[in-house]
C-alpha cells in the first residue's frame, strides 16, 4: 500500500535560514507525489508535485523538492525562510484505487522565527 | 484560479442532531472528496465520488455518513447522528481526475463543533 510518513511534527527555523522537511514513502509503484501547504483557517494548497519528469521538482514561493528512488524520500527545502513561510506542510501520493485517492502524512508545522 | 466553495465556514451542532456540510465543486471537475481534519491532527480521507456514487470510502466513513449531489451543483456530506468526536474541520476536495498527478483543490473547509 502506497504512504507517506513525515518526519517531524515540528520544525523551527530562523528568518534567512534553510527549511528542510522530510518526507519518506512506501509504494510498491512510481508514485505520484505531492506537497501541499495550508496557512491558518485555510483549505491545503498545492505546493509542487513530482511525476517522473524530473527528479529536482519547483513550486512555488522558492520551495523545491527532490525525489530520491533509492531513499525513497521526497523533501522539501527552501533555502532562505520568510515569515509568510509559517504553515502546515502536508507530503502526499495519491494512488489510483478506481477514486485516485490521495494520502496525507501527518503535517509538519513550521515555525519561522525573526 | 477556480475556486471550490464550502458552507458553512462554521456549524455549531448539538449532539446526536443532523448536519449537513455543503460544497460547490469546480464547474467541469468530475471526481469529488471529503477529507476531515481533527484539531492538531492530520488530514483523513472521508470518502470520493465519481459518477454519482461513491467510488472509496473509508473506515471512518460508517452509516452516519452519506454524500450525494442532489442538483448536479451541491455536493453534500451528511451526518445524521453526530458525535462528539466528530468534532473537526471538514475539506472538500475536486479535481478533474484525468490522471493520478493531478493535483486536489480544495475548499476553506467547514468547522464542526458538536456540543
Known amino acids: 500500500a502506497q504512504s507517506v510518513t513525515q518526519l517531524d511534527s515540528h520544525v523551527s527555523v530562523s528568518e534567512g535560514a534553510l527549511v528542510l522537511l522530510r518526507c519518506n514513502y512506501s509504494s510498491s509503484v512510481p508514485p505520484y507525489l505531492f506537497w501541499y501547504v495550508q496557512y491558518p483557517n485555510q483549505g491545503l494548497q498545492l505546493l509542487l508535485k513530482?511525476?517522473?519528469?524530473?527528479?529536482l521538482v519547483k513550486g512555488i514561493n522558492g520551495f523545491e523538492a527532490e525525489f530520491k528512488k533509492s531513499e525513497t524520500s521526497f523533501h522539501l527545502t527552501k533555502p532562505s525562510a520568510h515569515m509568510s513561510d509559517a504553515a502546515e506542510y502536508f507530503c502526499?501520493?495519491?494512488?489510483?484505487?478506481?477514486?485516485?485517492?490521495?494520502?496525507f502524512g501527518a503535517g509538519t508545522r513550521l515555525f519561522v522565527k525573526a | 484560479e477556480p475556486e471550490v466553495t464550502q458552507t458553512p465556514s462554521h456549524q455549531v451542532t448539538q449532539m446526536g442532531q443532523e448536519v449537513i456540510l455543503r460544497c460547490v465543486p469546480i464547474s467541469n471537475h468530475l471526481y469529488f472528496y471529503w477529507y476531515r481534519q481533527i484539531l492538531g491532527q492530520k488530514v483523513e480521507f472521508l470518502v470520493s465520488?465519481?459518477?454519482?456514487?461513491?467510488?472509496?470510502k473509508s473506515e471512518i466513513f460508517d452509516d452516519q455518513f452519506s454524500v450525494e449531489r442532489p442538483d448536479g451543483s451541491n455536493f453534500t456530506l451528511k451526518i445524521r447522528s453526530t458525535k462528539l468526536e466528530d468534532s473537526a474541520m471538514y475539506f472538500c476536495?475536486?479535481?478533474?481526475?484525468?490522471?493520478?498527478?493531478?493535483?486536489?483543490?480544495f475548499g476553506s473547509g467547514t468547522q464542526l463543533s458538536v456540543l
Open positions: 476536495a475536486t479535481n478533474p481526475a484525468r490522471d493520478e498527478d493531478e493535483k486536489l483543490f
Open positions: 513530482y511525476t517522473s519528469a524530473a527528479t
Open positions: 465520488f465519481y459518477n454519482n456514487e461513491i467510488s472509496e
Open positions: 502526499a501520493v495519491t494512488r489510483n484505487t478506481g477514486g485516485f485517492k490521495t494520502i
